[in-house]
């Protein structure tokens, strides 16, 4: 997902109700409750919701946001790409072209040999430290699926696995929880190494149920939908499973949000 412009301040004469408790860095991480209420939004100028947990850019979201956020008590999720190259980041010319693969679809992206950890992890680790230097709660590891894509590159489900668990570790090591970001396919083994879920469309593609290892082990999962249409249908749907569902536009620009809850 593009993330091009996501604010460095919270909106002046912006006012929220305290959420459940006061965000705070706790020794080890972070653990996130069954049922969650949140906002997602990674561009344009950030909307304060009534939320527990707010989702914005680790890049563009400045320290001083995390805690007017944290100030009104809410936890914070640090955005961050570990399975595609960004053109448009500080870092991207860190990346050897070796590493990058096709595009992605969105622009300026392309998809990363995930299986070149030696190369890779010291690279997504100053990204990690970022988010808690910024002392983020949580961190949202975007495209971590590459093997389920046309990446250009021969990744295997075993390689994803490995690398992805690698992300969680590196994560919790930091003091951050870690949200799987879809790859409803690699739930049941993601899950112990997982704090929740941030899937999109899991409706509209009928994977909801995939992610049953979740709800069991009482971690959140939360859905993001895109089609206004399904709206009523998609709510009930994940209100049923113990999901915590909410429409967005696809951009994540703030122009939309309809929570279920």
């Not at 109700?17 to 990674?42: D, E, F, I, S």
């Not at 990346?95 to 096709?102: A, C, D, I, N």
């Not at 590459?146 to 090591?173: C, K, M, T």
Request: hydrophobic share 45%; glycine share 8%.
């Amino acid at each position: 997902m593009q993330a091009v412009t996501a604010v460095a301040s919270v909106a002046a004469g912006a006012t929220l109700a305290p959420a459940h408790g006061a965000a705070r860095m706790l020794p080890g991480h972070w653990v996130p409750p069954a049922h969650l209420t949140w906002y997602w939004q990674l561009q344009g100028r950030l909307r304060i919701e009534p939320v527990q947990v707010t989702d914005v850019d680790g890049f563009d979201t400045s320290a001083a946001t995390v805690a007017r956020l944290h100030a009104i008590g809410q936890h914070v999720v640090c955005y961050i790409d570990v399975g595609t190259w960004e053109n448009w980041r500080p870092d991207a010319r860190r990346f050897p072209r070796s590493l990058l693969g096709r595009r992605n679809g969105w622009p300026g992206e392309r998809w990363l040999d995930i299986r070149r950890l030696r190369v890779l992890e010291p690279i997504m680790r100053v990204r990690l430290r970022m988010c808690a230097r910024k002392r983020f709660d949580a961190v949202e590891p975007d495209n971590i699926d590459g093997y389920a894509n046309s990446s250009g590159f021969p990744i295997g489900a075993r390689a994803q696995l490995r690398y992805d668990e690698w992300v969680a570790r590196a994560a919790h090591g930091l003091g951050l929880a870690v949200l799987q970001k879809n790859d409803p396919a690699q739930a049941r083994a993601l899950e112990p190494y997982f704090d929740g879920v941030l899937d999109e469309q899991c409706n509209q593609y009928s994977e909801c149920g995939s992610f049953a290892p979740y709800l069991r082990a009482g971690k959140p999962v939360l859905n993001a939908e895109y089609s206004a249409a399904l709206y009523t249908r998609f709510c009930a749907a994940d209100a049923h499973l113990g999901i915590s569902g909410a429409l967005y536009a696809l951009a994540l620009n703030g122009s939309r949000f309809r929570p279920c809850w």
